[in-house]
């Protein structure tokens, strides 16, 4: 009677370590598409990041709990700052566009969690503020035209920028996801993908 009750938990077991390790997988086999944008990509990093402080392994990318994200970019990703100046008819032109190398991911390099380890701490992509508008000067002090500036953060930039998955892996002892690589897609003239 033991013996069956035994043999019982053991199947319980491994029942339970068999779906959580078919949640687990499937939690980033979700990522595993032809289409998405850099929302996304940031999501995933979090997750692997999160996955990977909580068993401790930050640093440890040989471990078998470690997940790795990689991506790569066709263009480069940067900072672009625009001014446009109102005339006396109330019309808005281009003053200038620049762009800021602070923050910039460039093209044709392959960011991931093992190689950048500080790239969920760094302001380039996910504590990077949103665009801001300055206005100066204000009509009720100086009725001269009004100037605009908009910055882009390369966050914002990145976030809507196409990605497909190009590849994934699993540990080959524990069958655990392992890592994920995605490349940037580039819209086509038409702009459709």
Known sequence: MFGRTSNLVDQTSEDTEAKQLADFNQSFEAYNKKLMYGTEIITVLNKAADNNKRYGVENDVDSEYYVDIEFTLKSDVEETIETYERDNNYEYSRKST???????????ITYSLSKNKDLIDKSKILTAKGNTVVRTPSEKENPTPETYTLTYSPFDEFKRRAFECTGIEYNKKTNRVKSLKFSEVVKKQEGIF
């Open 98 to 108: 620049t762009t800021n190398p602070k923050g910039t991911f460039k093209k044709n």
